[in-house]
T-cell receptor
Framework: AQSVTQPDIHITVSEGASLELRCNYSYGATPYLFWYVQSPGQGLQLLLKYFSGDTLVQGIKGFEAEFKRSQSSFNLRKPSVHWSDAAEYFCAVGTPNGATNKLIFGTGTLLAVQP | KAGVTQTPRYLIKTRGQQVTLSCSPISGHRSVSWYQQTPGQGLQFLFEYFSETQRNKGNFPGRFSGRQFSNSRSEMNVSTLELGDSALYLC????????????????FGPGTRLTVL
C-alpha cells in the first residue's frame, strides 16, 4: 500500500536560515509527488510537483525539492526562510496509473520561524 | 476565475444529527474530491466524483456519503454524527478525472470546519 512519512512533526528555524523538510514514500513505482502548504484557517496550496524527468524541481515562493529514487525521498528545501513561511507543510503522493486523482498525504510538518 | 468555494465555512452540530456540506468547483472543472483533516489522523481521502459518478471511495463508514450534480457541484453528507467527526473537510477540484498517465492538478477550497458537540 502507498504511504507517506514525514518524520519531523515540528521544526523551528531562524529567519534567513536554510530549511529542509523530509518526506519518504512507499510505492511500487515512481508516484506523482507533491508538496502542499497550509496556513492557519486556509486550504492547501500546491508548492511544487514531480512527475518525471529532472529530479530537482522548482516551485513557488522560492521552494525546491529533490526526488531521490534510491532513498524513496522527496525533500523540500528553501535556502533562506522568511517569517511568512511559517505554516504546515504536507508531502503527498498520487498514482500515475490509477484512474483517480486521489492523493495520500503525510502527517505534515509544522514550521515555526524565529525572528 | 473564482476558486473552489465551500459552504458553510463553520458548522456546529450535536451528536446524532446529520450534516450536509457543499462544494462548488472551479468553473469548468468536472472532478471533485473530498478529504477529512483531523489532528489525529491527518488528511484522509473520502470520495472522488467525476461527471456525477463516484470513481473512488476512502475507508470511511457508510454514514459518510456524497454526490455530484450535473453542474459539477458536490455535496457530502454525514449522518448520525459522532464526536470523532469533528474535522476540517476539504474539497478539491480538477479539470479531468485521473488516469491515462496524465496528471490533473487539484485545487483546494478553504474547507468547512465541523464541530460536533
Amino acid at each position: 500500500a502507498q504511504s507517506v512519512t514525514q518524520p519531523d512533526i515540528h521544526i523551528t528555524v531562524s529567519e534567513g536560515a536554510s530549511l529542509e523538510l523530509r518526506c519518504n514514500y512507499s510505492y511500487g513505482a515512481t508516484p506523482y509527488l507533491f508538496w502542499y502548504v497550509q496556513s492557519p484557517g486556509q486550504g492547501l496550496q500546491l508548492l511544487l510537483k514531480y512527475f518525471s524527468g529532472d529530479t530537482l524541481v522548482q516551485g513557488i515562493k522560492g521552494f525546491e525539492a529533490e526526488f531521490k529514487r534510491s532513498q524513496s525521498s522527496f525533500n523540500l528545501r528553501k535556502p533562506s526562510v522568511h517569517w511568512s513561511d511559517a505554516a504546515e507543510y504536507f508531502c503527498a503522493v498520487g498514482t500515475p496509473n490509477g484512474a483517480t486523482n486521489k492523493l495520500i498525504f503525510g502527517t505534515g510538518t509544522l514550521l515555526a520561524v524565529q525572528p | 476565475k473564482a476558486g473552489v468555494t465551500q459552504t458553510p465555512r463553520y458548522l456546529i452540530k450535536t451528536r446524532g444529527q446529520q450534516v450536509t456540506l457543499s462544494c462548488s468547483p472551479i468553473s469548468g472543472h468536472r472532478s471533485v474530491s473530498w478529504y477529512q483533516q483531523t489532528p489525529g489522523q491527518g488528511l484522509q481521502f473520502l470520495f472522488e466524483y467525476f461527471s456525477e459518478t463516484q470513481r473512488n471511495k476512502g475507508n470511511f463508514p457508510g454514514r459518510f456519503s456524497g454526490r455530484q450534480f450535473s453542474n459539477s457541484r458536490s455535496e457530502m453528507n454525514v449522518s448520525t454524527l459522532e464526536l470523532g467527526d469533528s474535522a476540517l473537510y476539504l474539497c478539491a477540484s480538477s479539470s479531468q478525472a485521473g488516469g491515462g498517465g496524465s496528471y490533473n492538478e487539484q485545487f483546494f477550497g478553504p474547507g468547512t470546519r465541523l464541530t460536533v458537540l
